[in-house]
């Protein structure tokens, strides 16, 4: 997991390993949309944000990166690597949250090139993006990457709202990755 710690840029892109530094900025971009987070397994919002945070230090299998947007050095988000397997080659991109400034604009799309480039080139062979269903506009990324829709987890997760969701299941393979 070690490797996959790293500082990684592409043009207006640029992930960092998650530090105490980028807390507050972090909670400042979360602020920035107050609605998405009801389709979000947890809240970053309010007291809510330090409760997540301190869930998050307490989860020792995810590599977490702060997301800024290198043109204007601001914190704009975050994304991870969730449980990492690297007996299976597997890992997981998710936890993502990008700011209302940089959606549309390309941005996720080079932010999920560099991740998942880095997992491939760190001999990770299967990438999986698990996404609540009721998140339409992150679906379409997924598929827009050129993963594939393996299936939906029917009601699989209690999100912090008490909403039971169903999780779309997404795979990509190092081999259908043509970027």
């Given at each position: 997991m070690?490797?996959?710690?790293?500082?990684?840029?592409?043009?207006?892109?640029?992930?960092?390993?998650?530090?105490?530094?980028?807390?507050?900025?972090?909670?400042?971009?979360?602020?920035?949309d107050?609605?998405?987070?009801e389709?979000y397994?947890?809240s970053?919002?309010?007291?809510?944000?330090d409760?997540a945070?301190?869930?998050?230090?307490?989860?020792?299998?995810?590599?977490?990166?702060?997301?800024?947007n290198?043109?204007?050095?601001?914190?704009?988000?975050?994304?991870?690597?969730?449980?990492?397997?690297?007996?299976?080659?597997?890992?997981?991109?998710?936890g993502?949250?990008?700011?209302?400034?940089?959606?549309g604009?390309?941005?996720?799309?080079?932010?999920?090139?560099?991740?998942?480039?880095?997992?491939?080139?760190n001999?990770?062979?299967?990438?999986?993006?698990?996404?609540d269903?009721?998140?339409?506009r992150?679906?379409?990324?997924?598929?827009?990457?050129g993963?594939?829709?393996?299936?939906?987890?029917?009601k699989?997760?209690?999100?912090?709202?008490?909403?039971?969701?169903?999780t779309?299941?997404?795979?990509?393979?190092?081999?259908?990755?043509?970027?």
């Amino acid at each position: 997991m070690a490797d996959l710690s790293a500082t990684l840029e592409q043009g207006p892109v640029r992930l960092e390993p998650l530090a105490e530094h980028h807390l507050e900025p972090l909670r400042m971009a979360c602020a920035e949309d107050q609605d998405i987070w009801e389709i979000y397994p947890v809240s970053m919002l309010d007291e809510n944000f330090d409760k997540a945070i301190q869930t998050f230090h307490d989860t020792s299998n995810w590599v977490r990166f702060a997301v800024i947007n290198a043109d204007t050095g601001k914190l704009v988000g975050m994304s991870n690597y969730i449980n990492p397997d690297p007996m299976t080659k597997v890992t997981e991109i998710g936890g993502t949250y990008i700011a209302p400034s940089v959606r549309g604009s390309g941005f996720n799309g080079v932010m999920k090139q560099l991740m998942i480039d880095h997992a491939f080139a760190n001999g990770f062979t299967r990438i999986e993006f698990r996404v609540d269903t009721r998140n339409k506009r992150s679906m379409a990324a997924v598929l827009k990457l050129g993963a594939q829709h393996e299936g939906t987890l029917r009601k699989n997760r209690v999100t912090w709202t008490g909403y039971v969701r169903d999780t779309a299941v997404f795979g990509l393979l190092k081999e259908e990755w043509t970027r």
